[in-house]
């Protein structure tokens, strides 16, 4: 049956130009931005845009730039499930004998296929470009943070499963994807602002995006190392007081995969409950 899925939502995104277009858009927004960032020399002594290509740093900046265009995998996720209501193909299926669990797993397998596929797209760039810029190819050194790509996987995830909750909300493909930016900013910003500091933290939208954070740039392009007495360095943005304490990375994970599973789990309950 997951074949079957599989086959099902590979012919409906393909045949659809938008899909193909977004994705190309995607794909080329996220070279792009690497390329230029490759080609740029700081003026500051001591400092190399270099090292943010070499391993293990990279795994850190390439997951956080990708993460820039995870917006364009939710309007992907919005545009297609949009599409099974405005031309009632949910309806079609289910007449021609899928469940509306099988609708709701079709849309999950899509969405895991993108997810997969953004995933393999960072994982060859930081090989390629890591190898080429590399010094240390040690086994730690190029795979010692290679954990952060499988966590930039879940943010993937848990971006176009909020995509998809939205859509099923909503039913309108403008509407959607107005409704999923203006969740982003101002919605959830203003909710959170009137919870005290601490429980900010806490909310879908900081869990999700708080997954890939922004590499700590100074500590990573030095060519120095600047340590405190406590041993962490010195150039760290939160050791200079510019960023909070942020949540351990298991909890964040934690929580991250809780919220995916509650957008899927309510996307279940509301496409079983309404009507087609």
């Known amino acids: 049956m997951i074949r079957k899925l599989f086959q099902i939502e590979k012919i409906k995104a393909l045949s659809y130009p938008a899909f193909k277009t977004l994705m190309i858009i995607h794909f080329l927004l996220f070279f792009l931005v690497v390329l230029i960032v490759s080609q740029v020399n700081f003026s500051f002594p001591g400092f190399s845009v270099t090292k943010l290509y070499q391993f293990p740093n990279i795994w850190e900046f390439f997951p956080w730039v990708a993460s820039w265009f995870n917006l364009f995998l939710a309007i992907v996720v919005i545009l297609l499930v949009g599409n099974e209501f405005s031309f009632r193909t949910f309806r079609q299926n289910v007449i021609d004998g899928l469940s509306r669990n099988d609708l709701i797993r079709g849309k999950i397998i899509l969405i895991f296929s993108i997810a997969v596929y953004t995933f393999l797209m960072v994982l060859i760039a930081i090989l390629i470009f890591g190898l080429i810029n590399s010094d240390d190819y040690s086994m730690g050194a190029i795979f010692g943070k290679s954990y952060l790509l499988l966590i930039y996987f879940i ?122």
């Open 155 to 276: 943010q993937a995830l848990g971006y176009m499963s909020l995509g998809l909750l939205i859509t099923i909300m909503f039913r309108n493909n403008a509407l959607s994807i107005i409704m999923f930016i203006l969740y982003f900013f101002p919605i959830e910003p203003i909710i959170r602002w009137i919870f005290e500091a601490h429980a900010r933290r806490y909310f879908p939208i900081k869990i999700i995006s708080n997954l890939t954070p922004m590499p700590e740039f100074l500590t990573m392009t030095s060519e120095k190392t600047f340590t405190t007495s406590s041993g962490t360095s010195a150039l760290d943005f939160q050791e200079m007081g510019l960023t909070i304490e942020p949540l351990s990375v298991g909890l964040n994970v934690g929580l991250a995969v809780i919220y995916i599973l509650v957008f899927l789990g309510i996307s279940t309950y509301l496409l079983n409950k309404k009507n087609l």
